[in-house]
């Protein structure tokens, strides 16, 4: 999916700078790899952030939410099967990891959606191709040379390169450059490990506002000022944002976790940057699997946490979400060193109060492979992504579309998302959240024509505790959140109830 950019074209914007950073080939900081002119501002709307999650290397998704009460994933594993008894039960014999504490807690709260076997068609298996696949959005036998997230980026920005935002465009916490940040026109990422040593990097530099020449050596002259000028303008938003942002509370010592302190310091502190980039590596677990992979996961599961927390306490949760992907799943098999090799499917994670939680699709099924022996992918990754620029950063479905040059029907994974209807269902209630519950909970139905339906709360002996809605609705998706603190603690049914004579019912524990 490539733009066509002539090199006058190029010259030509370049020729719109007011001015550069006279850094030299030597001087350029090696973490600054941000390449955008710096131009007319332009503000950027404070809105939504997705904070994304790469685990590299390809992540086990059967030893991540596992269907422990499978005898063909016991067998197929014999030496490296979690037990059922050791896992989080989450539902439907599906369970996490046991060193997912944290987030199987936030999965109780309700703020994470589990999107089981997603994958793409003809999966590859290379890590560098498969990487590449998932950061551009393609099929698998097309080749992209730009982001996805570039993409979104650009139609968010269309002014861009002539005009710069104030704020950077997307953010990489790392040192090594994303192919999900990369565009024809440009490269919307800003590469730093460290706020403040990245503005040290980058301070104290001179402007230079001479045109480079129409040469092939003038083009690439240009291209180092673009990383100049940009290194420059946005080192010092970057570094400002993060002392005015703070963190709540502790973050574990881990590198991500330290990644994603910095990410909410940056939102606490008025960074209008809609898209990060966090990563963690170790994943490609070919050998002694189990102790490796719970570390692993440990670390993602207590920094998320810490994360989500931190911008609770700070009234920010209900503007980020994060998104986990990973290149590729595992086998099914264990290999012959008690790990597992490349595979396809596998689930990813969608984490925050701007979620609808729960489980996303049927569990992984084992008897029906594909011709290597791997779980089929059900969901397109796709979907996920497109579910994403859609009810979370705000894309009509025709910009999403035009992003991956198709149109992927999304999911019901946000709040915001409608619910979808299955074959002869009228009406669909949601698992009440939290649940148990202590104070507010919250509740959320859809109706798939239009109705009247009375929703409430009844005790164990039938009796009508109280009335939480009644009257008419439309064919749409209903979220309400409730104070049931004054109601004594203990179990609880949740009726939903029609015109037509239909009643879904769900239990609901308080804690008061």
């Known amino acids: 999916m490539k733009k066509e950019l002539s090199r006058s074209e190029f010259l030509r914007r370049m020729a719109l ?87 199987k807690s936030l999965y109780d709260q309700g703020n994470v959606s589990i999107i089981q076997n997603v994958g793409y068609a003809n999966p590859n ?28 980026l650009a139609e968010k920005y269309p002014a861009y390169p002539i005009a710069m935002p104030s704020h950077p465009m997307a953010i990489q916490l790392g040192s090594v450059e994303s192919l999900l940040f990369q565009s024809d026109l440009g490269r919307f990422g800003t590469v730093f490990e460290d706020p403040n040593l990245f503005y040290q990097l980058v301070s104290g530099t001179l402007t230079d506002d001479e045109i480079p020449p129409a040469t092939l050596a003038g083009d690439e002259l240009a291209f180092l000022k673009q990383i100049s000028s940009t290194s420059l303008q946005y080192s010092t938003v970057i570094r400002d944002k993060a002392l005015l942002g703070k963190n709540a509370l502790s973050y574990p010592a881990t590198y991500l976790a330290k990644q994603l ?13 809609p898209v990060y980039l966090c990563t963690i590596g170790g994943f490609d677990t070919h050998a002694n699997q189990l102790n490796q992979h719970a570390n692993l996961w440990k670390q993602i599961s207590d920094a998320v946490t810490a994360f989500q927390k931190d911008l609770k306490t700070q009234n920010k949760a209900k503007n980020v979400t994060v998104m986990t ?22 689930p990813m994670f969608v984490i925050g109060d701007t979620v609808r939680g729960g489980l996303v699709g049927e569990n992984p099924n084992l008897t029906n492979l594909d011709s290597n022996g791997d779980v089929k992918a059900v969901f397109d990754y796709r979907q996920i992504y497109s579910t994403v620029l859609m009810d979370h950063l705000g894309m009509t479905a025709g910009s999403t579309s035009a992003i991956f040059n198709k149109s992927f029907e999304r999911l019901p994974i946000f709040l915001s998302s409608p619910l979808l209807a299955e074959k002869g269902v009228r009406m669909v209630l949601m698992d009440p959240a939290p649940n148990p519950a202590s104070g507010n909970v919250r509740i959320q139905f859809a109706a798939f024509e239009a109705m009247r339906v009375e929703l409430a709360l009844y005790n164990l002996v039938g009796e009508k505790v109280s009335q939480l809605f009644a009257g008419e609705v439309q064919s749409e998706t209903y979220t309400y959140g409730y104070d049931v603190s004054s109601f004594a603690s203990g179990t609880y049914l949740l009726s939903l109830s029609s015109s037509t004579g239909e009643r879904i019912t769900k239990r609901l524990i308080l804690l008061n």
Not at 65 to 74: F, H, L, R, S
């Open 17 to 103: 700078l007011s001015g550069g950073v006279g850094l030299g080939i030597s001087g350029i900081p090696g973490q600054a790899y941000a390449q955008l002119p710096a131009g007319l501002a332009a503000s950027v709307p404070a809105g939504n952030a997705l904070v994304i999650l790469q685990l590299v290397g390809g992540n086990d998704g059967l030893n991540t939410v596992i269907p422990a009460e499978n005898d063909i994933y016991i067998a197929k594993r014999p030496d490296i099967a979690i037990k059922k008894v050791d896992a989080l039960a989450l539902k439907n014999g599906m369970y996490l990891h046991p060193s997912m504490s944290g987030i």
């Open 125 to 152: 298996r290379s890590h560098f191709r498969a990487t590449d696949i998932w950061n551009t959005g393609s099929d698998a036998n097309v080749v992209w040379e730009e982001g996805w997230a570039a993409r979104f």
């Open 261 to 273: 302190g910095i990410v909410a310091k940056l939102i606490t502190g008025g960074l209008e940057t």
């Open 325 to 346: 992907f990973s290149e590729f799943g595992r086998r099914v098999n264990q290999n012959g060193t008690t790990g597992t090799d490349h595979g396809t499917a596998a």
